[in-house]
């Protein structure tokens, strides 16, 4: 098969590493091209908190497409792409430390518990570090085949569930939201929620129905989000029983 065959060439895992650094080089691209919007720090954090997101969602979706598409030589970049989940977790927190807090503890700290969501990431952020930390090969056989076996086919699909559902409602909220992107973010390409807005409140009512257009659609992909979301809990919930 030529996809198996393309996926098991000794160069797919340097182009696949290579691609994986080119949100990175995009984010830093626009920030030197002064290309970002008003503030390049919000949108660093912003950017490496999406593209966090993005590749977690990625990665999640490479055992079903592994069985879907009868392709095991996928599972060979799991390991690389969850690597690189943790690379922009760690830039997103540096980000946040640095531009935010100022790599001031105290403050650090004090907004963890001040704010829930920054709780939530905070622990997540300790759930990847022991992730990417007993990923390679002399942590393994450090941990022992069962012990890891028994985190990966025990553990794992017991967080999967939840993994999803917190990746679908934070995807869900950025995708409807405009607030935000059309006050911080980048002028080109626009978030969808940001030309909708501007076709609603736009003088000329033709454009009205295009802005109704873009808001079902933003509507109709909130929804299936909801579902995948409440599906997966219920998936958690047969596992718990």
């Known amino acids: 098969m030529a996809g198996a065959r393309m996926l098991l060439h000794p160069a797919a895992k340097p182009i696949v590493f290579i691609a994986c650094l ?6 830093l691209g626009g920030v030197m091209l002064d290309r970002v919007g008003p503030n390049p720090a919000e949108y660093l954090i912003r950017a490496t908190g999406d593209w966090a997101l993005r590749f977690l969602c990625l990665v999640l979706a490479v055992t079903p497409l592994r069985l879907l598409a009868g392709l095991p030589a996928l ?36 907004d963890i518990g001040k704010r829930p969501f920054v709780l939530v990431g ?19 056989r450090w941990l022992g085949a069962t012990r890891w076996q028994a985190f990966v086919h025990v ?18 909220f950025a995708f409807g939201a405009y607030e935000v992107p059309l006050v911080l973010g980048a002028h080109a390409p626009q978030a969808l929620a940001v030309l909708a807005w501007q076709a609603q409140t736009d003088t000329d009512m033709a454009s009205r129905p295009q802005a109704m257009a873009m808001a079902v659609l933003i509507a109709l992909v909130g929804a299936a989000l909801l579902v995948a979301h409440a599906r997966a809990l219920g998936r958690g919930g047969q596992h718990v029983r």
């Open 22 to 27: 080119l949100p990175l080089a995009w984010m």
């Open 75 to 110: 599972a060979r970049f799991r390991r690389m792409l969850g690597l690189f989940v943790y690379f922009y977790v760690v830039l997103h927190a540096l980000s946040y430390g640095g531009f935010d807090m100022g790599f001031v503890w105290a403050d650090l700290l004090t």
């Open 122 to 140: 905070f622990a997540a952020f300790l759930l990847l570090t022991s992730l990417a930390a007993t990923s390679f090969n002399r942590a393994i």
């Open 155 to 172: 553990l794992l699909p017991l967080l999967r569930p939840a993994l999803f559902s917190a990746s679908a409602l934070v995807f869900a």
